[in-house]
């Protein structure tokens, strides 16, 4: 057996709301759309990873998902643009990643990180 893709489950009562932190600031395809379910992604390959956490890094809160960019500055940027508040850094990290915190319009908590 070979696991082929893991999908994040958000209940909400109104799926268009991802559409504009998901689809216009980080630019994901809306892949499917069925009115009760949004899925959002891209069709470029991805490596497939989850994460069981004690806290999210340096004593900030554990986020419900991680998003790796290729820029964190210009996500940042869109981001704030958007009026999504931002909840931690942007910050370099001791291990190696540049990162923000920021609360999607679900109340998740979401790390958008980029590997330096």
Do not use: C
């Not at 689809?23 to 395809?29: A, I």
């Not at 891209?42 to 956490?53: A, G, L, N, W």
């Not at 809160?61 to 991680?66: C, E, Y």
């Not at 820029?71 to 990162?99: C, K, S, T």
């Amino acid at each position: 057996m070979q696991v082929q893709r893991i999908v994040a489950n958000t209940p909400t009562a109104d799926p268009t709301l991802a559409k504009r932190f998901y689809q216009e600031v980080l630019g994901l395809d809306l892949l499917m759309d069925f009115g009760w379910i949004a899925t959002y992604g891209s069709p470029q390959p991805m490596k497939v990873q989850i994460s069981f956490m004690t806290q999210g890094g340096n004593d900030t809160p554990t986020p419900d998902l991680s998003i790796e960019v290729d820029d964190v500055d210009e996500a940042l940027a869109a981001m704030q643009a958007a009026r999504f508040p931002i909840e931690y850094g942007p910050v370099d990290e001791p291990w190696g990643v540049r990162r923000f915190y920021v609360r999607d319009p679900f109340g998740k908590l979401v790390n958008i990180l980029a590997h330096q």
